[in-house]
């Protein structure tokens, strides 16, 4: 009972996503990841990429019977492994209007959430994300968006493999500012049903205030997905306290 608690802490959907991607090099990210991650790479290179989308149904254990509103959040994140070989992605940092996530994911996964003007507009064949953060210590804007041709219901996604190294990740860490360590978190959703973007664009200040070089060109590639039912488990330090240290 504990384990299934656990392993389903909460259920949210993401809907209207947007993914950019940029190609990096490795040796610019490997100093901004703790020290028992490692950047994950394809065919030798790391990528960056700022995703976007709305999440709604939010249902927390074990108050899933209390309503939650949906809010758009932005996130910039890099691709990780750990010490065992297991696969996910790191956030150097998330954007939400909604504080009571923004305190919630801070306190719970050590997350660096950040409290932000953050809002999304889309239309059959175009996507648009602004943010703007709202505290004096951490203030960075950002403007992205991109065009796609829209999905036709029961079309498969044939993704490449690279598609595959961006899109499916299942499992996130995080660290808090007293710790050399990360915790770690489980997500569990259906493929991704997505296009690849046509033309994007992106100005701002998220990778910069994260002391990384802003974008100078287009994405590499975009993705856009419609929507995910997406299953999150409790942090790693939860099973940890039950006596199921081997979530890690």
């Known amino acids: 009972m504990t384990d299934r608690f656990l392993q389903s802490f909460m259920l949210q959907n993401w809907e209207d996503l947007l993914l950019l991607h940029w190609q990096v090099d490795k040796s610019d990210l490997a100093q901004s990841i703790p020290d028992d991650l490692e950047i994950d790479t394809f ?10 989308f709305r999440l709604s149904g939010l249902r927390i254990n074990p ?5 939650w509103p949906s809010f758009w959040e932005i996130n910039l994140r890099t691709y990780v492994k750990d010490k065992q070989g297991k696969k996910g992605v790191w956030f150097y940092s998330l954007d939400s209007s909604d504080i009571f996530a923004v305190l919630g994911a801070r306190l719970m996964y050590g997350l660096p959430y950040n409290f932000s003007l953050t809002e999304g507009s889309v239309s ?8 703007r953060r ?3 210590h951490a203030r960075a804007r950002s403007e992205f968006g991109a065009s796609f041709a829209p999905i ?8 490449s493999t690279l598609d595959h190294f961006l899109l499916e990740r299942y499992r996130f860490w995080a660290r808090r500012k007293w710790s050399t360590l ?4 489980r997500v569990r959703h259906s493929p991704y049903q997505a296009v690849r973007t046509q033309v994007t664009h992106y100005k701002g200040e998220l990778f910069s205030s994260q002391g990384l070089a802003e974008p100078t060109q287009e994405a590499t590639l975009g993705h856009y997905c419609k929507g995910l039912k997406v299953h999150a488990s409790a942090p790693s330090w939860a099973f940890s306290i039950a006596g199921q240290a081997n979530h890690r």
């Open 152 to 159: 036709q219901s029961g079309t498969e996604f044939s993704g």
């Open 124 to 131: 059959s064949n175009q996507i648009t994300f602004r943010s």
């Open 182 to 185: 990360s915790t770690t978190a």
């Open 43 to 52: 065919e030798g290179q790391a990528w960056l990429s700022v995703v976007g």
């Open 134 to 136: 709202k505290l004096p």
């Open 63 to 67: 108050i899933s019977w209390m309503p």
